[in-house]
């Protein structure tokens, strides 16, 4: 295990690097959700699948979150891509690297999704828990994380779960952001996994999502929670085993 700093435009980003062995192999970045971090239990889990697989980890905590740098209030989609794009830039020099795949949980999923349209030539793969696809959406119709609001008149900051608050900008951001547009972007493989039971963001949209990628497997968990709590092994044998399928 090796702890990282990674800049992006003058702020600092936490990361840890787990390699499965000295040898050269294919690299996972992995990105966590909306008020989590690099180090909540189920995207550890899914980091160990992704080792035993014989692939190396790359966890970091995004922008306003966790270790890393920035004020969580002033957080948007955009600063997290460019994160995830920092990260790739920093990865692809590495010696022991021989490809790149992106991994993100909620809204870590919907922008490892972006991320990957935009750099399709730099990312060959993409594992996408429970991505929270519904974001843009809802931004542009006025409800979001059980606030309501006029979507032409966004209120300066939103009070949000845990006693925090979110900027304007955030959903000024979301609402310019279309999550097919990155779909259609992306050739490579894709690995969608959501839990049945998950309340938080729709499994439709991932059903939906399987559909127009153009190289998808969907997995639906059977009582699963949006945090993959009940059936941990069951997400790392799907991760596990998708990726011993890919080529190396």
């Not at 980003?13 to 180090?39: M, Y």
């Not at 889990?45 to 270790?67: K, N, V």
């Not at 030539?121 to 119709?141: H, N, S």
């Not at 009070?159 to 925090?164: A, D, E, N």
């Amino acid at each position: 295990m090796q702890n990282l700093t990674i800049m992006d435009d003058g702020i600092q980003l936490r990361a840890i690097l787990e390699r499965p062995n000295l040898g050269r192999c294919p690299l996972v970045i992995v990105l966590h959700g909306f008020t989590s971090s690099k180090d909540k239990g189920h995207t550890v889990a899914a980091c160990q699948a992704m080792r035993e697989a014989g692939f190396a980890t790359l966890r970091f905590d995004l922008y306003g979150h966790g270790e890393s740098g920035g004020e969580f209030k002033r957080h948007t989609l955009y600063q997290w891509i460019l994160n995830t794009l920092a990260v790739i830039d920093y990865a692809r020099p590495l010696d022991f690297v021989t490809d790149i795949y992106l991994s993100g949980h909620s809204q870590g999923g919907l922008t490892a999704a972006l991320a990957g349209g935009m750099a399709p030539d730099r990312v060959k793969g993409l594992i996408l828990r429970a991505p929270a696809f519904m974001i843009p959406r809802c931004a542009r119709e006025g409800s979001l994380l059980g606030f309501t609001f006029d979507p032409k008149r966004i209120p300066e900051e939103i009070q949000i779960i845990k006693g925090l608050t979110l900027g304007g900008n955030y959903i000024r951001v979301a609402q310019t952001i279309h999550a097919e547009d990155a779909m259609d972007r992306f050739p490579g493989p894709v690995l969608l996994i959501h839990g049945e039971e998950d309340d938080v963001v729709p499994p439709e949209d991932s059903r939906a999502a399987a559909k127009r990628y153009q190289n998808c497997q969907l997995e639906l968990i059977p009582g699963e929670t949006h945090h993959f709590d009940r059936c941990p092994e069951q997400m790392k044998t799907v991760i596990r085993d998708w990726l011993i399928k890919q080529p190396k």
